[in-house]
């Protein structure tokens, strides 16, 4: 039987509607919506399927928004099995991070809900005390837009960072106003075939979160995290975390640290890892998988309840 890797989106993978087909129709994936609305003391749920998008996308909201939607779609797939998934490893982008630890059984659901709560809260004031933004770098090579950061960042009016490598092509990059409209602009002369500025109001992976760090790591070290089933592959280092300490330093680190997905899903590849699932909305990381190793180009996703049971289907076929 082949063993999957699990893997979970990030912020900007957000829909309005989203996860409502699955809940309609699982009903662990209903109480998995119920259950962030009594933990929350809000509903989510409602926001999740009905928006309004403004109030989704907002930094505080969509985080654990996003985690509960890949947690219920995960949660709706065992339904139907009857059992547990299996897993191989499983690895998260950013946020989604922590949908792999829940789904690893190194965090309890309703304590990465609160956790994930307190991430956005702290990056969206990291964001007001140190505005910024960031910026998607296409079709140039990563090295090259390492050195363009390095070119743009002044220390009169701060510093750009690669916020994520997501794949060969697609980089983004994180920073303040200054330096990210430098680096936009050199990406350009330098031969991108698109540089597109994202809408977020937030320099995620970058320094410009430092001034929250400290906060952070204290709700962290509050938190409580058992040792994972199986290995979580890490943002930052794109290897296993394999310890409460290291799973620990790894979510504070996150914070003003790169996205290495690139590296993360070689990594998996590398490993001789045959079969990979994405849960949770806009099936990013599938279209990610294309570009990193052709091989994987019908990765599936399950978004969907009709992706549910294709995944069903293939997972009791393996």
């Not at 089933?229 to 930052?236: E, L, S």
Request: proline share 5%; charged share 20%.
């Amino acid at each position: 039987m082949i063993q999957p890797v699990l893997l979970f989106p990030g912020q900007g993978s957000q829909e309005v509607g989203m996860g409502a087909d699955i809940a309609a129709h699982s009903p662990a994936a209903a109480a998995t919506f119920q259950q962030a609305d009594d933990v929350l003391g809000f509903p989510l749920s409602k926001l999740c399927f009905e928006g309004p998008e403004d109030m989704l996308t907002d930094t505080i909201n969509v985080q654990p928004a996003l985690l509960t939607v890949s947690i219920a779609a995960l949660r709706a797939v065992e339904e139907q099995l009857g059992h547990p998934i299996q897993a191989a490893a499983a690895a998260g982008h950013s946020l989604g991070e922590y949908s792999a630890l829940v789904a690893a059984g190194a965090l309890k659901f309703e304590d990465s809900l609160r956790l994930v709560r307190e991430r956005g809260r702290l990056m969206k004031l990291a964001g007001e005390r140190a505005p910024g933004g960031m910026a998607a770098i296409i079709a140039l090579d990563t090295e090259k837009v390492v050195e363009i950061c390095q070119q743009a960042s002044r220390d009169d009016d701060g510093v750009v960072v690669i916020a994520n490598d997501n794949c060969p092509g697609q980089v983004v990059i994180s920073g303040n106003e200054g330096p990210l409209n430098r680096a936009m602009s050199l990406a350009k002369e330098a031969g991108a075939r698109k540089v597109v500025r994202l809408a977020v109001s937030i320099a995620a992976h970058s320094p410009l979160m430092g001034s929250v760090q400290q906060e952070f790591a204290s709700a962290v070290s509050q938190a409580n995290i058992y040792p994972p089933k199986f290995p979580v592959i890490a943002n930052i280092t794109a290897q296993p975390l394999d310890t409460v300490e290291a799973i620990r330093e790894e979510l504070v680190g996150q914070l003003q640290n790169s996205v290495q997905w690139t590296r993360s899903m070689q990594y998996l590849i590398g490993q001789g890892h045959e079969l990979f699932i994405e849960f949770g909305p806009g099936k990013v990381l599938a279209g990610l998988m294309k570009r990193i190793d052709r091989r994987f180009r019908k990765m599936p996703a399950v978004a969907t309840w009709e992706d549910v049971q294709i995944v069903v289907e293939k997972l009791s076929q393996s």
